[in-house]
């Protein structure tokens, strides 16, 4: 199959692009570097060091022969989405190509104006680009399980059967996200769902949780692949960002009491997913929504679960509640539905104590380049202009690395 | 109360300031004449002959002994938006300054990106600038009814309770917009409330009806104050573009069976919606949600009352059922709930026949201006390119006027 990766050199899109090259298919990469660019701007380097993409792929030909093509460009400029599309004619194309961060997308108001601006038109563009070139190409599209927000009733996949007065319908799941962000994916969702319906575009929403993790099969075969890490306070999410916490024995920072329960996956599982989306296309004018996640936890028993596996390492671990720099249920009802990507055939990975272990050995391998300054919130939602230029009350990284953006 | 109008001289926001200024209130318009520019740009002028705004508010002064303050600009501009908020200090502001056509969303990817970039932005620049400037200000915003789209359940105001799985809660009602400009109004929503949540703003989101009509009380006193009436394919509501096309003998243009049911209201209920919404504010944190219409009908209703009251002023009305150029289902199961405006106390003015008769007389006085060749739809929903100057197979106007764009 030809897929198109948008956004192949990320977090998530980079070991999608390899997991799909290694099993045969032609993959090729749309990335305009926008990730490596706000490590600048937030002055946060993941913890891992990444190589470039030119290199990355350099050494996968290297490794096992197979060629992954590259086009640099934004997917808001349509000129260049729109060569990109008559030239690979792509039968699938998987879009994580967008801002993803809710701390980045509150910083103030520039940052939300972009993040919306820029995930809006591009998927837009994307839409545009399949009517006009591949009408029949299916899209896979990066959603986040924060569009549903935290409803006191069970959250279904994508759509419910609502009975009111007497009649009844299936209609959109309720949407009630919590950042400019999360709104951001909620706009894309509704025009997406149009698109099908007016154009019988193929479509599917993938309604992801909080990915943790670094590691696939893949992106172990070399040093060379290896995936970000990000533990920042603005684009690290909570595992990862814990773990580093417990490895230089910096407490846990837990927003508030910690009952933000929300559902959790291992990166392994993301890669999985989207590629049994792409083996099972939506049908044409479908739109499809998929919960992508594999266990829910609350955040404080994400906590609880680093401190212990951290003690059984000889780390000193502590967990501190600092105030909810979101604004959000800090204790809630939350049952989701996840049961779509299980049908199609998806194994999960469960969060066990090795897997927990292994994210702890990689913080540890790293900590000389771990800043300790990143790891307090600076950007509150309850303010609409966050300074990040002044820091926390914080002393920097005791641990020998100084700003830690040293090159390893 | 200190009101600010943003999209002030247009065919909605024009008779709102008026009726504002008119009852002791202090009123400033925000315009960047957009509206004018689109005229332009489609080529279809506004049946009545409008004056220019600065002309408009010297014989508002000249008139009524009452002055409005006017600053030209846009609202997608910060830091010009900002300072209008720093000097006026509105205590309510209406928000009117949106591309508000859904065909002209629908032309292609351009007016699609257009629409939704300045409908958005605009609304997250209003939201940023009362959090950061008036943080009390009331924001009303208009909303679309065309939110809801067509669900098989009854519509409510906005939220709606959910009974599922033995648990239930009051959530946003399911949204399914019906183009990119519905899906825009949609996008506001959801970020008005997010910032209602977090930043304790009070808002009240109108979803309005389809409105009819150009007098008000305050138009009506003078003819410099005439407001715009728009029938072309574009920007002309369904009702004012039958009256025209019956004034002229044109075939009443119904888009597939009719079936198709929509909420509408008199213009004189606008204005009086917006008092009512004004006068008795949101409380902080507060996101409201009223169902602006009086009267359901489906178009084929409408389309046979214009023929009827065109039959009896003498003019030989027909109805042409045209194939839909929109995506939407030309019969279903339509009932929305509209009482919160009727709560707090609007009397509304039903669509009668001596309105219907004012209306055709209206088109009759503006006959020499209709130019025919916009009367027939050139926008298709299910293209993604429509090139609106190839002419529809018809002849220019047979009513003397040419394009018929002799000012008057």
Redesign the interface.
């Known amino acids: 199959m030809r897929i198109l990766i948008l956004g192949g050199d990320g977090y998530c899109g980079w070991p999608t692009a390899l997991h799909f090259s290694y099993r045969g298919h032609e993959v090729a990469i749309v990335d305009n570097f926008a990730r490596r660019l706000w490590d600048h701007e937030i002055g946060a380097m993941t913890l891992t060091a990444i190589a470039p993409l030119s290199e990355r792929l350099r050494s996968w030909k290297r490794l096992t022969g197979k060629s992954i093509e590259s086009s640099i460009g934004d997917v808001t400029d349509?000129e260049f989405l729109s060569s990109v599309f008559k030239t690979f004619e792509p039968e699938a194309v998987v879009h994580f190509a967008e801002q993803r961060a809710a701390p980045y997308s509150m910083i103030d108001?520039q940052h939300?104006?972009f993040t919306?601006?820029n995930n809006?038109?591009g998927t837009?563009?994307v839409l545009?680009a399949v009517?006009?070139f591949q009408p029949d190409c299916h899209l896979v599209k990066l959603g986040t399980m924060g569009e549903y927000g935290t409803?006191?009733?069970?959250i279904e996949e994508g759509f419910?059967k609502?009975?009111?007065?007497g009649?009844?319908?299936v209609?959109?799941?309720?949407?009630?996200?919590?950042?400019?962000y999360h709104?951001s994916k909620?706009?894309d969702s509704?025009?997406i769902?149009?698109c099908c319906?007016?154009?019988g575009v193929r479509a599917t929403d993938l309604n992801q949780g909080v990915v943790y993790g670094t590691m696939t099969d893949e992106v172990a075969l070399d040093q060379s692949l290896v995936n970000r890490f990000d533990y920042d306070e603005i684009f690290g999410t909570a595992l990862n960002r814990f773990c580093v916490q417990a490895a230089i024995s910096h407490p846990i920072t837990v927003y508030g009491k910690g009952g933000q329960t929300r559902g959790f996956l291992d990166i392994r599982d993301t890669v999985r997913c989207v590629e049994l989306a792409c083996l099972h296309p939506a049908q044409p004018g479908e739109f499809r929504v998929f919960n992508q996640f594999t266990e829910q936890f609350s955040v404080l028993e994400l906590a609880r679960m680093v401190e212990a596996a951290g003690k059984k390492l000889g780390l000193s671990v502590t967990i501190d509640h600092l105030p909810d720099p979101r604004?959000e249920a800090e204790e809630h009802?939350y049952n989701a539905r996840h049961t779509k990507l299980a049908d199609l055939g998806l194994k999960p990975h469960l969060l066990s104590e090795s897997l927990l272990d292994s994210l702890l050995n990689i913080a540890i391998e790293y900590r000389d380049r771990i800043d300790m300054s990143l790891l307090l919130p600076r950007v509150n939602?309850?303010k609409?202009?966050n300074d990040r230029k002044s820091a926390p009350a914080l002393a920097m990284a005791a641990t020998g690395a100084g700003t830690g953006h040293s090159a390893k």
Do not use: C, M, T
């Open positions: 349509y108001r939300a104006v919306q601006v809006v038109v837009l563009n545009f009517k006009e409803p006191n009733i069970d419910i609502i009975q009111h007065n009649r009844e319908d209609l959109p799941f309720p949407k009630q996200p919590g950042s400019f709104l909620v706009h509704h025009n769902a149009f319906k007016i154009w604004v009802y939602w309850r609409s202009r």
